[in-house]
Protein backbone atom coordinates (compact mmCIF):
# COMPACT_ATOMS: atom_id res chain seq x y z
CA UNK A 1 0.00 0.00 0.00
CA UNK A 2 1.20 3.17 -1.08
CA UNK A 3 0.29 6.17 1.37
CA UNK A 4 1.55 9.19 2.18
CA UNK A 5 3.28 12.79 0.36
CA UNK A 6 6.28 13.14 -0.61
CA UNK A 7 8.34 16.54 -2.30
CA UNK A 8 9.68 15.31 -4.75
CA UNK A 9 12.82 17.10 -7.51
CA UNK A 10 13.07 15.86 -10.73
CA UNK A 11 16.37 15.88 -12.52
CA UNK A 12 17.10 17.52 -15.35
CA UNK A 13 16.49 14.58 -17.29
CA UNK A 14 12.92 14.36 -15.94
CA UNK A 15 14.11 11.14 -13.55
CA UNK A 16 12.33 10.64 -10.24
CA UNK A 17 13.84 9.05 -7.48
CA UNK A 18 11.20 6.78 -6.09
CA UNK A 19 11.42 7.52 -2.35
CA UNK A 20 12.96 4.74 -0.33
CA UNK A 21 9.80 3.87 1.65
CA UNK A 22 7.95 2.80 -1.86
CA UNK A 23 11.30 1.69 -3.48
CA UNK A 24 11.70 -1.05 0.03
CA UNK A 25 7.79 -1.85 -0.87
CA UNK A 26 8.02 -2.46 -4.54
CA UNK A 27 11.39 -4.53 -4.23
CA UNK A 28 9.38 -6.90 -1.45
CA UNK A 29 7.30 -7.38 -4.15
CA UNK A 30 9.97 -7.99 -6.58
CA UNK A 31 8.73 -5.52 -8.76
CA UNK A 32 11.43 -3.41 -10.73
CA UNK A 33 8.63 -1.78 -13.84
CA UNK A 34 6.02 0.83 -13.44
CA UNK A 35 3.49 1.96 -15.89
CA UNK A 36 2.85 5.90 -15.92
CA UNK A 37 0.04 7.15 -17.23
CA UNK A 38 -2.18 10.24 -17.41
CA UNK A 39 -5.15 10.67 -14.81
CA UNK A 40 -8.49 10.12 -15.63
CA UNK A 41 -8.85 13.15 -13.43
CA UNK A 42 -7.17 16.26 -11.84
CA UNK A 43 -4.44 17.12 -13.42
CA UNK A 44 -1.74 14.44 -12.50
CA UNK A 45 -0.13 11.38 -13.34
CA UNK A 46 -0.56 7.94 -12.66
CA UNK A 47 1.85 5.27 -11.89
CA UNK A 48 1.84 1.65 -10.73
CA UNK A 49 3.45 -1.09 -10.06
CA UNK A 50 3.47 -3.88 -13.46
CA UNK A 51 1.62 -6.20 -11.61
CA UNK A 52 -1.08 -3.68 -10.42
CA UNK A 53 -1.71 -2.08 -14.25
CA UNK A 54 -1.70 -5.32 -15.86
CA UNK A 55 -5.24 -5.95 -13.58
CA UNK A 56 -6.63 -2.72 -14.52
CA UNK A 57 -5.49 -2.99 -18.15
CA UNK A 58 -7.34 -6.61 -18.69
CA UNK A 59 -9.97 -5.04 -17.18
CA UNK A 60 -9.99 -1.95 -19.84
CA UNK A 61 -9.64 -3.53 -22.66
CA UNK A 62 -12.38 -5.57 -22.00
CA UNK A 63 -14.25 -2.57 -22.55
CA UNK A 64 -16.44 -1.94 -25.40
CA UNK A 65 -15.50 0.87 -27.57
CA UNK A 66 -19.31 1.76 -28.92
CA UNK A 67 -19.52 3.12 -24.99
CA UNK A 68 -18.21 6.75 -25.59
CA UNK A 69 -17.03 6.82 -22.18
CA UNK A 70 -15.04 3.81 -21.84
CA UNK A 71 -13.46 4.73 -25.66
CA UNK A 72 -12.63 8.03 -23.30
CA UNK A 73 -11.58 6.58 -20.74
CA UNK A 74 -9.13 3.84 -22.46
CA UNK A 75 -7.90 6.45 -24.67
CA UNK A 76 -6.50 8.80 -21.53
CA UNK A 77 -5.44 5.53 -20.05
CA UNK A 78 -3.99 3.38 -22.25
CA UNK A 79 -3.37 5.74 -24.91
CA UNK A 80 -0.69 7.53 -22.70
CA UNK A 81 0.65 4.80 -20.73
CA UNK A 82 4.64 4.81 -20.80
CA UNK A 83 6.74 1.35 -19.58
CA UNK A 84 9.38 2.74 -16.74
CA UNK A 85 11.87 0.82 -15.37
CA UNK A 86 13.61 1.63 -12.28
CA UNK A 87 17.52 2.24 -13.02
CA UNK A 88 20.50 0.96 -10.61
CA UNK A 89 19.92 4.09 -8.79
CA UNK A 90 16.20 3.72 -7.93
CA UNK A 91 15.00 6.62 -10.40
CA UNK A 92 12.61 6.61 -13.58
CA UNK A 93 11.98 8.39 -16.46
CA UNK A 94 9.26 10.51 -16.78
CA UNK A 95 8.35 10.73 -20.54
CA UNK A 96 8.24 14.42 -21.50
CA UNK A 97 5.12 14.30 -23.29
CA UNK A 98 3.32 13.25 -20.02
CA UNK A 99 5.53 16.10 -17.89
CA UNK A 100 4.88 18.74 -20.26
CA UNK A 101 0.57 18.04 -20.09
CA UNK A 102 0.58 17.57 -16.19
CA UNK A 103 2.90 20.54 -16.57
CA UNK A 104 5.89 19.07 -14.14
CA UNK A 105 8.84 20.33 -14.57
CA UNK A 106 10.97 20.38 -11.30
CA UNK A 107 9.14 20.69 -7.97
CA UNK A 108 6.18 18.14 -7.87
CA UNK A 109 4.10 15.56 -5.29
CA UNK A 110 4.50 12.38 -4.96
CA UNK A 111 1.09 11.32 -3.26
CA UNK A 112 0.22 7.49 -2.30
CA UNK A 113 -3.19 6.13 -3.08
CA UNK A 114 -2.87 3.08 -1.71
CA UNK A 115 -2.42 0.73 -5.20
CA UNK A 116 -0.95 3.48 -6.96
CA UNK A 117 1.07 7.10 -6.26
CA UNK A 118 0.23 10.04 -7.94
CA UNK A 119 2.99 12.50 -9.57
CA UNK A 120 1.62 16.09 -9.30
CA UNK A 121 3.26 19.57 -10.00
CA UNK A 122 3.87 20.67 -6.41
CA UNK A 123 1.45 23.89 -7.14
CA UNK A 124 -1.25 21.53 -8.17
CA UNK A 125 -1.60 19.10 -5.84
CA UNK A 126 -1.47 22.33 -2.79
CA UNK A 127 -4.60 23.86 -4.80
CA UNK A 128 -5.80 20.59 -4.91
CA UNK A 129 -5.41 19.60 -1.88
CA UNK A 130 -7.38 22.72 -0.24
CA UNK A 131 -10.04 22.01 -3.10
CA UNK A 132 -10.49 18.69 -1.20
CA UNK A 133 -10.21 19.58 1.92
CA UNK A 134 -13.15 22.27 1.82
CA UNK A 135 -15.32 19.86 -0.14
CA UNK A 136 -14.84 16.91 2.28
CA UNK A 137 -15.49 19.42 5.04
CA UNK A 138 -18.59 20.16 3.88
CA UNK A 139 -19.74 16.60 2.67
CA UNK A 140 -22.63 14.63 4.61
CA UNK A 141 -20.16 11.64 5.09
CA UNK A 142 -23.07 9.51 6.70
CA UNK A 143 -25.16 9.83 3.93
CA UNK A 144 -23.25 8.32 1.31
CA UNK A 145 -23.74 4.46 2.09
CA UNK A 146 -20.10 3.42 0.73
CA UNK A 147 -18.94 5.92 3.27
CA UNK A 148 -21.33 5.59 6.20
CA UNK A 149 -19.44 2.56 7.89
CA UNK A 150 -16.17 4.02 8.05
CA UNK A 151 -14.98 5.05 11.19
CA UNK A 152 -12.31 7.94 11.10
Aim: charged fraction near 25%.
Amino acid sequence: MFRGVNNINLDAKGRMAVPARHRDLLARDGVEELMVTLAHRGNCLLIYPMPEWELIERRLVKLSDLNESAYQLKQILLGHASHCALDGSGRILIPPLLREHVEIDKHSALVGMGNKLELWQEQNWSAQRSVNLSRISEMDLESSEELAGLTL
